[in-house]
């Protein structure tokens, strides 16, 4: 029998990273997270212990910052584009570069409708995620929004399901709809205008969200990706991940009172949890 070493990859989590871009009258702050995973001819490293090959993991962390200084100035997946290149046109060993960002969500201050040039309110754990893949194949742009917090309080039902001896669960034409929703989707190209598309995609879920009348979280997810994919033609497929943060009607009966279905208990755990990809036939 021979042991050899299967699939490998190395890199640098979670580089955290802030930028000031000062204007005369204005600053930009831009807050990033971005993972390195490298793969490529890294066998020795495993097996005799042959450091030759590695670009050290502090060096990927260093070249970040300092690329960041140039080169991040517009969307994460432009700087994402950058890294994946510099990485594998400046190391031969390196066959694939994979680069994950995400992009906390910070937001300009406004008073009496006028935005504060230097001071900004966090936009709540809602983040802008990109990873980007480089290889001898290609390159792969995916974009997406990972903890975005949606909620509505009627247009959302759930019934005819299966019955059986352990079902305790009411049918409703009429429940609270609250996810903590993950999407991303992949683009046609690596030349596109990453920041437009991402603000009519995220606006183009959100709306679907709001108006779509829901049988099913099931039935939601397909019409947000479903409308993604009808409007954007620059996407190719989209993922969809959607817990089901249940929100219980709490039995008010026990107090002589009666809930008309505007008292319940928020529940975490446990969650449904619904996921889903839509891809073009
Ligand atoms: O939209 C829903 N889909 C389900 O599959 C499901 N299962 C459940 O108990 N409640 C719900 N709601």
New binding site residues.
Partial sequence: MSIKLGKNTYGKNSVNLSKIIRHPDYHEFRQISVNVVLEGDFETAHTIGDNSKILPTDTQKNTVYALAKEHFVSSIEAFGLYLANYFISNNPPISQARIEIAEHSWQRMRFNGTEHPHAYCSGGAEKHTATIIQNEKGIEVTSGINDLLILKTTDSG?EN?IKDNFTT?KETSDRIFATQCEVSWTYNSSNVLFTELFNGIRTTLLQTFADHHSL???HTLFAMGEAVLTKFAAVNEISLKMP?KHHILFNLEQFGMDNKNDIFIATDEPY?Y?TGTIVRE
């Fill in positions: 759930f399901y669960l099913s979280v099931q089901n449904g619904i």
